[in-house]
Structure formats: structure tokens, C-alpha cells
């Protein structure tokens, strides 16, 4: 709620202090961020320690969710970079998993979308990016910045090519962090907003609570549109994840 008792859509997204920590004047205090990640961290690895310790002939329900999470992002990784792709597996279905679980746990009310923080989802683009470049260069030494050359250019077109492809692959941690925070940031604002006209139309009385139902059915329909985002944006996550580190595996054009 905003200062003077109205609707604030952005303070559910304010970091908060729960334990001041301080040592030698660095502020490394635990914040509701650092809360919801515990609880991401703690949801995603009971299901998949639970589902997979089961090995049930029939499967339960979180055997066959822990199951078909893998498949999922088994069959994303190798349809992107193949078999020898499997060697980032966990790395993607880490990052896939924790994406998609604080997207959907960020949609109960009261809770905290982690992912609507931009450092959050930046140090997870960073992170990404600093795989690339440190495998790709361990791997194929200067071959490597031939993903920066692509072949049969002409020569004198060949400085203006690299300079965008360069520029082109400095950009993907900034577009990779940004899709996802932008997405996640802007839903939530437009569940708030929904959600403060339908209490503000009931709070008015008389005529206003008749065409109260509308901005109510409105937000039931993007509460259900932001559950599809939630899914696909951790999806479009993993999946330019998997194309970035296709180029560590193959650099060449």
C-alpha cells in the first residue's frame, strides 16, 4: 500500500532488510530477496530429490513432474546443441528449474517474484556469458573469435561485420536480463493495477460496485496469461541459454 492508503503496484517489489548485517561496513544483509531465494532453492530441490529417490514402476505425481522437467530439458538442450551439448545439462536445468520455480511461486499473493529484481536476473546473464566465453576459449584457444568472423565476407567488409558482431554479442547478457525482468516486473504491476480498480469500484458503493466485476474478470484473465508467461519465459531463458553455449561448442559461422 502507498503512503496515503492507495494502491501502490510498485511496492511489492521494494527490497526489505529482515537481518542488518554489516561486517566491516559491507552491507551483506538478509533481504526478502535472499528469503525467497532460500525457498526457491528449498522447493526445487525437494521435488527433485523426493521424485527421483521414488523410481516407482508407476509413477507418482512428483516422480512423473520431476521426470518430465528432465525430458523437458534434455530433449530442449540436445534439439539446440546435441548429444555433446549434455555436458551443460546441469548447468541449464539448474538455471531452467530456479527461473521457473520463482516465477510461479512469485504469482501467490504476498510472496516475492525474485526474478522481477534486474540484478537478480542480470547476475544470471553475466554468469551465462562468462560460460561461454571461458569454455569457448578453453576449448578452442583463439578459434574461438571466429564466432566474431564469419566466413566469405569480403575484406573490406569484414572490420564493419565484426564490429556488429561484437557489439551483438555484448548485448546478449543486456537483452537476456532484461526480457526476463521486464516481463515479470510488468505483469505483476498490471495484476496490482487490475486488482486496485476492482477494490476501489467496491470501496466506492453504489453504481461503481456494479461494473466491479469487469476489472475482476479482467485480472482473473491475466492472472491465467501471467501463469503462461511465468512458464515461458524461464522456457526462453533455457533456450537462449542452450543457443549461447552452442557457441562455445562451435564457434565457427
Request: glycine share 10%; net charge neutral.
Amino acid at each position: 500500500m502507498a503512503a496515503g492508503g492507495g494502491i501502490d503496484p510498485i511496492h511489492q517489489f521494494h527490497i526489505t532488510n529482515l537481518v542488518e548485517l554489516k561486517p566491516l561496513g559491507i552491507n551483506l544483509s538478509f533481504t526478502n530477496t535472499s528469503l525467497w531465494m532460500v525457498i526457491v532453492l528449498a522447493v526445487v530441490s525437494a521435488l527433485m530429490i523426493y521424485g527421483s529417490s521414488q523410481r516407482a514402476v508407476v509413477p507418482g505425481r512428483l516422480q512423473s513432474l520431476a521426470e518430465m522437467t528432465y525430458e523437458f530439458v534434455a530433449s530442449t538442450l540436445t534439439g539446440v546443441m546435441g548429444k555433446e551439448g549434455m555436458k551443460f545439462f546441469p548447468f541449464v536445468f539448474s538455471l531452467f528449474m530456479f527461473v521457473l520455480a520463482s516465477n510461479m511461486l512469485g504469482m501467490i499473493p504476498g510472496s516475492f517474484t525474485v526474478t522481477s529484481q534486474i540484478i537478480v536476473t542480470a547476475a544470471f546473464a553475466v554468469l551465462i556469458m562468462g560460460v561461454v566465453v571461458i569454455y569457448g576459449v578453453m576449448k578452442h584457444g583463439s578459434h574461438f573469435l571466429g564466432l566474431f568472423v564469419p566466413s566469405g565476407v569480403p575484406g573490406w567488409l569484414l572490420p564493419f561485420i565484426v564490429l556488429i558482431e561484437v557489439v551483438s554479442f555484448l548485448s546478449r547478457p543486456v537483452s537476456l536480463s532484461l526480457r526476463l525482468f521486464g516481463n515479470m516486473l510488468a505483469g505483476h504491476i498490471a495484476l496490482k493495477v487490475f486488482g486496485g480498480f476492482v477494490v476501489a469500484l467496491i470501496a466506492a458503493g453504489g453504481a461503481a460496485t456494479i461494473i466491479a466485476p469487469l476489472p475482476l474478470l479482467l485480472a482473473v484473465a491475466l492472472t491465467a496469461m501471467e501463469f503462461l508467461v511465468a512458464f515461458l519465459q524461464a522456457y526462453v531463458f533455457a533456450i537462449l541459454t542452450c543457443v549461447y553455449l552452442n557457441d562455445a561448442l562451435h564457434p565457427g559461422h
